[in-house]
């Protein structure tokens, strides 16, 4: 059973960068595919994107295509979330999810693993 730690969020300015690390303890992390969600206030978990456990491939949601990149480090138990030339609208708790030798999936339920989850604030 693996656990989740975020960490990297913060505030920022419109057009800036941010990157968030999610450090896995518990499981082998190698086998499970990762994947980053995002809530707003008053919204639904949205999708932002996942890295494929078996072969590293990413899918991203279309909001965040060309500007986020989700990569891992299995020597570290660690995935990342590089976010740049960030909007105020991607402002939320962004947490990291894991889903043991999973398919790439956009859905929350198909994660078993959640983290606690990182502020991210984008000002204008």
């Known amino acids: 059973q693996v656990q989740l730690v975020e960490s990297g969020g913060g505030s920022v300015q419109a057009g800036g960068s941010l990157r968030l690390s999610c450090a896995a303890s518990?499981?082998?992390?190698?086998?499970?595919?990762m994947a980053w969600f995002r809530q707003a206030p008053g919204k639904e978990r949205d999708f932002v994107g996942s890295?494929?456990?078996?072969?590293?491939?990413?899918d991203y949601a279309d909001s965040v295509k060309g500007r986020f990149t989700i990569s891992r480090d299995n020597a570290k138990n660690t995935v990342y979330l590089q976010m740049n030339s960030l909007k105020p609208e991607d402002s939320a708790v962004y947490y990291c999810?894991?889903?043991?030798?999973?398919?790439?999936?956009?859905?929350?339920?198909?994660?078993?693993?959640w983290g606690q989850g990182t502020q991210v604030t984008v000002s204008s």
């Open positions: 890295i494929n456990w078996r072969d590293a491939e990413t």
């Open positions: 999810a894991a889903d043991w030798l999973g398919a790439s999936a956009t859905e929350a339920a198909t994660y078993g693993y």
């Open positions: 518990g499981g082998i992390f190698s086998r499970y595919t």
